[in-house]
């Protein structure tokens, strides 16, 4: 039999490394298999917009994945046993030779969850697409969390839904990552959006009433909703893989395991070492190369193929203000801000352009490769 490589989660990590892995193994005897709890991909870039009521494209795996030669197995994960070299998945055991866990993450725990809704996740984004869609004029939406994705979700909201009351709270200053010129454009968007915004309060527990905030006062919430960062998928930690306390597995610069070398990491499930000393954060810009790096380091040593030379590295971060205005703040390698920046429509197309790239890039090998089409048609949410 040939080598048996089982893939765990078809998100912009694990289809980015399948597909690469696919045309570097095509020939060989390698067996691929892509593991994914659902059919379609989900553009998780998008996922304030799903809340806000937007429907997305569709794109099913099948599409994207055909040619390849790898295959697809649509199942529910529920556990890695590393010492057995065995995957649960919908009850069914899955043995492999390499495992490419890219699981994931979703919102980060937050207390009192059953108070607070989320866009992290396409399940939690329905919901709250739900809960909104049932929300009457002058509600108060709270966004607790001052990063990208709270920003991007407060200002979705607020312009989808300009009869509703939209707040956010941040324990730093709005946009506080900005250089002053971009900064000073987000205050701006937001106060044309309406939002209210609570610099420098830490949120410690949430009721039926709102936030609360650690000197005990309470900013008033129909809906609260979390946006404090990132949880990798609990599985890994479960596994018995070195993971972090975030319960991220830890990788070295080739994306393996530096605690059993037959498993490579990718994506938010991955601790791997970025530019500037620091570990890559959380995001899609860093978790498409990483697929990229895992399946060309596991293709160089199961087929001898050249190992990539390509480093992470960061260029910008993107953020939507609605579907009208954006800021795109330009960085260093190591994600810190440069200078130059961009707003306004210049800015929306940038990003928009970005979400669209990253999906085009699974229907097109890149740099060369098999062309193909990614189905795409307009279905309601998720
Ligand atoms: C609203 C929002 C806006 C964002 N905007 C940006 C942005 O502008 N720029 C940026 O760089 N990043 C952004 N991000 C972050 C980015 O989406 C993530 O970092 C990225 O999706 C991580 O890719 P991934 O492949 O590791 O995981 P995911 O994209 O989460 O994919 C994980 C895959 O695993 C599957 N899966 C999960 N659990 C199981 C299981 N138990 N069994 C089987 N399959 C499973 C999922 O269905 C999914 O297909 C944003 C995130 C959100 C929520």
């Known amino acids: 039999m040939g080598h048996r490589i089982l893939m765990l989660g078809a998100g912009y990590a694990g289809l980015t490394a399948a597909r690469r892995l696919g045309t570097l193994l095509r020939g060989t005897d390698a067996e691929i298999v892509l593991v994914n709890d659902r059919t379609d991909f989900v553009e998780r870039l998008r996922l304030h917009q799903v809340a806000a009521g937007q429907d997305l494209p569709r794109y099913e795996l099948a599409e994207l994945l055909r040619g390849t030669g790898v295959r697809r197995h649509c199942a529910r994960v529920e556990s890695v046993d590393v010492d057995r070299r065995t995957v649960t998945a919908d009850g069914e055991p899955l043995a492999y030779d390499t495992l490419v866990y890219g699981l994931g993450s979703s919102g980060a725990p937050m207390p009192d969850a059953e108070h607070v809704w989320s866009a992290a996740s396409p399940v939690s984004a329905m919901r709250l697409r739900g809960r909104l869609t049932r929300a009457a004029a002058g509600e108060r939406v709270l966004v607790v969390g001052g990063g990208l994705t709270g920003l991007e979700v407060a200002a979705e909201i607020a312009e989808a839904r300009p009869e509703l009351s939209v707040a956010l709270a941040t324990s730093g200053g709005l946009g506080d990552r900005l250089v002053p010129g971009a900064r000073a454009h987000l205050r701006k ?8 915004v609570f610099e420098g309060v830490r949120v410690e527990r949430f009721t039926e009433a709102g936030a609360i905030l ?5 900013v008033a919430a129909d809906i609260a909703i979390g946006a404090t960062g990132f949880a ?6 479960a596994s018995g893989l070195e993971v972090d306390g975030r319960g991220q ?3 070295d610069a080739a994306m393996r395991s530096v605690s059993h070398p037959e498993v490579f990491a990718i994506g938010d499930a991955a601790l791997a070492p970025g530019p500037g000393d620091r570990p890559l954060r959380m995001s899609c810009s860093s978790g498409m190369p990483t697929g990229w790096l895992a ?3 596991l293709a160089a040593a199961i087929a001898g193929r050249r190992p990539p030379t390509l480093r992470v ?28 920046y961009l707003t306004g429509p210049v800015a929306v197309r940038y990003k928009e352009a970005l979400c669209r790239v990253a999906v085009w890039s699974f229907a097109h090998d890149l740099p060369a490769g098999r062309r193909g089409t990614a189905a795409a048609q307009r279905v309601p949410g998720v």
């Open 189 to 196: 968007g937001f106060a044309r959006l309406g939002i209210e």
């Open 313 to 340: 590295r960061y260029f910008h971060q993107t953020i939507s203000l609605g579907r009208r205005d954006a800021v795109v703040q330009f960085v260093t390698a190591d994600d810190r801000p440069r200078r130059a």
């Open 295 to 297: 399946a060309g380091h």
């Open 232 to 237: 990798p998928n609990p599985i890994a930690a």
């Open 214 to 218: 650690a000197d005990g006062s309470v």
């Open 249 to 251: 597995v830890v990788v």
